[in-house]
Structure formats: structure tokens, C-alpha cells
């Protein structure tokens, strides 16, 4: 059942590693954006708030052509990135990472700001008199108390991101061993006559993966959700 | 810059903390100008004269919109120099109407909070020394949680104890108890006044709370004080009907 073949392993573990790091690199911005949008109020904020959500409702081919002309390497960031830092997005698989990262953005900031929001401030005004300053207080309160709120993010960051194609295949291609995730395997190999058993191994992988994804989330989330409540 | 009044209260001690503040909230107007030396100076007056609003601006919560207040003979704000230290680096001990501990750390991270965030060694001492006063080491290991309303409050009075504060105020810390617990607490905060040395200001509205712990009083109405002085304040109060 598990006799996968090189390439599809390939692709296994490549949409892990897109998702991990699209998870890993999105987490400090959804932090900082969610608790932008739960405590400050500022000058276009509703517009950073649309802005947020925007991959979740627009058609991810809308999403991926918008990365491709801006972080593309004739785009202006794209171009900027490559001559400045070296970093390349185009048909790479860290532009993978970063188109499934933008596509799990929103998933993961709503969880977080609504932790944020939930949290007890005079907490962290009690904090204050005992002696911390306001990043220690937001480390060794805000973020702790909030923790429940930022694993659910991240786990459904992690999830999108795993499972994304439209964006993805529309930005950087489908590449075997580059860019080509589960899903764009599992949609190259319908295509081909006979591919029919491996797309089908390909899907039960694809289920296997998420299952065990939620299960372990779960897991995490309830050992984090009983140390805030104080049990 | 203002310099604040000092010299010596009455029994003759000096002033610790010295508050000249006003402050505008909406219609609400406080203009409050007081003193207090060693032991426990209690801010009494029937609710809405401002008393937390006070105690908050001591502690830094609330910025005043003139004035000055000092602590010992450190400035802590002062409208005209422009100066505010931060509730962080004001060293005073907060211990609020509901217990505010923090739910995701033990009873004894909790009382430890304040140590770690100044970064000052443990001190075994001092701990043993202030867990014994409140009667709480039975408790170190359970989340605040799991503890009874006048024990939460007793490792909150602990908590605010061991950051070594120049000044402990306690704005109405029984308000949330019963009858029985309240007479739980009470002696333990006696005990304090007796042992810890801290200078303490103590928020309440009842004039029978106040006469078992209090040394000297201030008396607030609607945001002015109209009187200061001994414990005598309170009983003219009852016999007004009022706390």
C-alpha cells in the first residue's frame, strides 16, 4: 500500500517541507498582524484587515499570477529579492513555500487576533507592576495565554498549505522535485493514461497526512488550551 | 519643578509618598492632594470618589493630567518636568480588587514573577519568610484555579510582597469575599502591617475593615479629599450613615 515510487515520495516529502516552512516563516508575521489587528487601532486598519483576508476569497489563480508578476524575476520584489539578497522564487520551491504561505495567511491570523482579543488585559497590567516591561509582559503572558489561539493558526496554516494548488502550480509551475507538491502530482498523474493507481496511492497519502496533521494538532491544542485555563 | 511638600506626618514619621494630582475622566473631576508615611494608609469614601483612580495613578496606570507624585525621594511623575517612570520601574506593589493572578503559571511562578522579571537572585529567605505571613505553602504547587477566593488573595498579597516593593497598595483586596473569608484575610494583612515594614495604602469603603488595619486616613468625595487624619475619620463617617 505504502510502495510509493521515488517520484512520488519526492513529492510527499517536498509538500511537507513547502508546508513546514510556509507554516515556519508566516507564524512571526500572523502574530504580529494579529495582534496589530486585536490591539491598535490605526489608520487603515480595515484596509490591512481586507488585505489579510484577500487569498481566502480570491480565486487562487487570481493569487498566484499577482505573485508571479510581483515576486516573478522580472517582477519589482522578485527582482529586488534576487539581485539584492539572492533569493529566488521563481519556479523554486521556496516560491511554493511562500505562494502556500500567503494562502494559509488568513487562516492563521484570525485565530490568533481572536486569542489576543480574548485575553484579560488587566493581567498584563498586574504584569506591568510587578516589575515587567511590555515585551517581557507580552512573552511571558500575552503570548502564553494566546498559545491555544496561535497552534490552532498555525496547524491551519500548515493544512492550507499542504493542500494548496491553484496559487501554487499558477506561480511557480510543476516541477518534479522543484515544485511539484501532492496535489500537483496527484493532477499530473490523472492525466496520464494509467496513472490511475498512483494518483490513488498519492490520495490515501494525501488523507493519511491530514489525519494525522489534526490528530497531532488536537493533541497539542488541548495540552495548551488546560495550561492556560490552569488545570 | 514642583517640589512636593515634605516634612512629617503627624506621629512625627516621615512622608514615604507624596501625591498632588488631577485628573479629568469625562465629567468627572479629582483633584486630590495627600501624603502618606510608614504603616497603612487607608483611602476611604463611598464608591465613585475616586479611590481606585488614585491608587491607579500611584501605581502608574493612569497618567495624571498635572501634578507630581514622589516615592521616597524618587520622582515618579511630574506633569511640568515631564517626567512618568513606567509602572515597571515603579517598584510598587500592586494587589488589585480581584486577584489578577495568572492563570497559565503555578502558584509558585506566580509568587516568583516578580523576582524573574528584575532578574534578582533567589532568595529562599524572604520566600520562606513571606509564604510562612500568609499561611500559602501549602498551596505552591496548584494553579490559581484550583485555589479558594482568600487564598488567591493571600498569594496575591504574596505575589505583590516578594518584588520587594517601596510601597504595597491594596485597592479593596476583600471586596470580592464573603463575610467568612474576609475575616480570614484580615488578620494576615495585620500581620503584614506588623511585620513587613512596607508602607501600604489601602482602598476601602468600609469604615470597619479599616479601623483593624488602618493608621492614618484619607478620606475621599467625589474626587477631593475633605479630610485627613487618624482613625477617628471613620466613626464620624458611620455615625453619617456612610461606608
Known amino acids: 500500500m505504502f510502495d510509493l515510487s521515488p517520484t512520488e515520495w519526492t513529492a510527499v516529502l517536498l509538500s511537507l517541507r513547502i508546508a513546514l516552512v ?3 516563516f508566516a507564524l512571526p508575521f500572523g502574530i504580529a498582524i ?16 481586507g488585505l489579510v483576508y484577500l487569498p481566502l476569497v480570491l480565486p487562487p489563480v487570481v493569487t498566484g499570477y499577482l505573485l508571479l508578476i510581483s515576486f516573478g524575476k522580472k517582477g519589482p520584489i522578485g527582482a529586488f529579492l534576487a539581485d539584492h539578497f539572492g533569493i529566488v522564487f521563481s519556479f523554486r520551491w521556496t ?5 502556500c504561505g500567503i494562502m494559509g495567511f488568513p487562516l492563521m491570523v484570525r485565530p490568533i487576533r481572536l486569542a489576543l482579543e480574548a485575553i484579560d488585559r488587566r493581567l498584563e497590567e498586574a504584569a506591568g507592576t510587578l516589575g515587567a516591561g511590555r515585551f517581557l509582559v507580552f512573552l511571558t503572558i500575552t503570548l502564553p495565554l494566546a498559545l491555544p489561539g496561535i497552534i490552532a493558526g498555525a496547524v491551519l496554516c500548515f493544512a492550507r498549505a499542504l493542500g ?3 496559487a501554487t502550480i499558477t506561480f511557480v509551475s510543476n516541477i518534479p522535485g522543484e515544485t ?6 496527484i493532477y499530473t498523474l490523472m492525466q496520464i493514461p494509467g496513472g490511475d493507481a498512483a494518483a490513488g496511492r498519492l490520495v490515501l497519502f494525501a488523507i493519511i497526512l491530514a489525519l494525522a496533521a489534526l490528530v497531532v494538532s488536537e493533541w497539542f491544542a ?7 485555563q490552569g488545570n | 519643578m514642583v517640589r512636593p511638600p515634605r516634612g512629617h506626618a503627624g506621629a512625627g514619621e516621615l512622608i514615604v509618598l507624596a501625591v498632588d494630582v488631577e485628573k479629568e475622566l469625562g465629567t468627572f473631576k479629582l483633584a486630590v492632594r495627600l501624603e502618606a508615611a510608614g504603616g497603612v494608609t487607608a483611602l476611604f469614601g463611598p464608591s465613585g470618589a475616586g479611590k481606585t483612580t ?6 502608574g496606570l493612569l497618567q495624571p493630567d498635572r501634578g507630581s507624585i514622589v516615592l521616597g525621594d524618587k520622582v515618579l511623575f511630574d506633569a511640568a518636568a515631564g ?3 513606567p509602572p515597571h520601574r515603579r517598584h510598587i506593589g500592586y494587589v488589585f480588587q480581584e486577584d489578577r493572578l495568572f492563570p497559565h503559571l503555578s502558584v509558585r511562578q506566580n509568587l516568583d514573577y516578580g523576582r524573574r522579571m528584575s532578574g534578582r537572585p533567589r532568595d529562599p529567605d524572604d520566600f520562606a519568610r513571606i509564604i510562612a505571613l500568609l499561611d500559602i505553602g501549602h498551596l505552591l504547587e496548584r494553579r490559581p484555579r484550583l485555589l479558594s477566593g482568600g487564598e488567591r488573595q493571600r498569594v496575591a498579597v504574596g505575589r505583590a510582597l516578594l518584588m520587594r516593593p517601596g510601597l504595597l497598595l491594596l485597592d479593596e483586596p476583600l471586596a470580592s469575599l464573603d463575610a467568612g473569608r474576609k475575616r480570614e484575610i484580615l488578620p494576615y494583612l495585620v500581620r503584614l502591617r506588623d511585620d513587613a515594614r512596607v508602607p501600604m495604602v489601602y482602598v476601602s469603603h468600609t469604615a470597619a475593615e479599616l479601623r483593624r488595619i488602618a493608621t492614618k486616613v484619607v478620606r475621599l468625595d467625589a474626587g477631593y479629599v475633605v479630610a485627613a487624619g487618624g482613625l477617628e475619620l471613620l466613626d464620624r463617617v458611620d455615625a453619617d450613615a456612610l461606608g
Open chain 1, 34 to 49: 494579529g495582534w496589530l489587528l486585536a490591539r491598535k487601532e490605526f489608520w487603515g486598519k480595515t484596509l490591512l484587515d
Open chain 1, 22 to 24: 510556509a507554516t515556519a
Open chain 2, 54 to 59: 488614585v491608587v491607579n495613578m500611584i501605581a
Open chain 1, 164 to 166: 494548496e494548488f491553484g
Open chain 2, 83 to 85: 517626567i512618568n517612570v
Open chain 1, 180 to 185: 511539484q507538491t501532492i496535489s500537483a502530482a
Open chain 1, 222 to 228: 488541548r495540552r495548551a488550551g488546560m495550561r492556560v
Open chain 1, 95 to 99: 516560491g511554493a513555500a511562500l505562494s
